[in-house]
């Protein structure tokens, strides 16, 4: 263990004076070991908080992750870093609220600027299906404290004054809109980076460039370690967070998981001068958008239709995704494509995530996030949670490999452009 060095204006000042020169380095490079008490495969969002919450929680340390590639380079910073609370069913809403909560004191608990900022996310709504659903969840949310109310299309123009397409004789007409407060969004890197410098100090490993090949089991059949491309790693315990490899890896144990993997593509913009204060979410179009901080419209559409393990951008969903935003946006279409990327997620068949101790004892798997990045410090604390007492955290309860013996299904229709 070591002390985290702090950042303030006065240690900024300090070093400043040293030509910023005597900084520490904000996480190791150290020796990887031969046994571990637990191993945790992959160093993207949901890894990296399992650790942190397994070493402040619970005073596991003896902890490595191993990340193929490097740390923050998955899925942790392929998403358009919405956080919100706005989902339909009892289970759901109490763990996005309490994630959503945890996001907001994040960056004091790490002491790394998150950049967070509560934009609050406003649908627009085109039909009427679509808002008896919203209205539906509104009161649900209510039970749980999340924020969601309706406004009238007038309002709706207001808060958002670029949304002048969708009128009176558009194919769907703009009815109205609901409002969720709670919603954020941060800086992805900076979520990666926090983490890594507190479990660094708390002892736990970081090992980047270290491929997992194949899980390893005993006579027994339960797991004894993993084999990567550094050689055999030992541990009684393996928790795989590796969001669309996920079956990758369990299919190597032996073990067939309810998770197919899909592609999910989002894009930028070119910087432009503030247009959009709020995250704007399109259910019936297909699209989501914000404007991040150093101007770019960080956008995002619907997943491949089928199974997919790219990380690129299909034409097809590009032109499906900008067609539906310039219909309602139409001064949109003078703007210019910056970058695009795609991140593949393993989706489960009632679009639920899946947290459990698999068939394989000692494996342990947080899999099936559609759209993880708002659930990771909740999806750290409740998985660190499962791997040290062995039990399902009060509010992941309902979300184990059990549902689907029992067909005991947690459908959720809160994931944003779900088809």
Known sequence: MSIMQRYSLASLMRHGLKHHKTWQK????????DTYDVIIIGAGGHGLATAYYLAKEHGINNVAILERGWLGGGNIARNTVTIRSNYMRDASIPFYVKSVKLFEGLTKDLNFNMMHSKRTMVDVVQTYPKMRELRRRQLTMDIYGSTYEQISEHELRQRIPTLTGGGPDARLPIIGGMVH??????????????????????????????????????????????????????AKKVAVAVSGHTTTLTETAGLTLPLRTMNLTAFVSEPVKPLVDVIVNCPDS????????????????????????????????????VTAMLSL????????????????????HDASPIMDETDVPGLFITAGWWGGYKAIPAGGLTFAHLLATGRPHSLMAPFTLKRFRHLDYVMEAGTTTAR
């Open 181 to 234: 407060t709670d919603a954020g969004v941060n800086r992805h890197d900076a979520v990666a980076w926090g983490y890594a410098r507190a479990i660094d100090a708390m002892g736990v490993e970081i090992h980047q460039q270290t491929a997992v090949t194949s899980m390893v089991r005993d006579t027994n059949g339960k797991i004894e370690g993993v084999q990567t491309n550094r050689g055999m790693i030992r």
């Open 26 to 33: 904000a996480w190791r490079r150290q020796p990887l070991r």
């Open 329 to 348: 946006f139409p001064s949109f279409k003078k703007l210019k494509l910056m970058r695009q990327w795609g991140g593949h997620l393993d989706i489960a």
């Open 286 to 321: 297909g699209f989501y958008f914000s404007q991040s901080d150093k101007g770019e419209m960080v956008i995002g559409g619907a997943p491949d239709q089928g199974q997919s393990f790219r990380r690129d951008i299909k034409q097809q969903v590009f032109e499906d995704t």
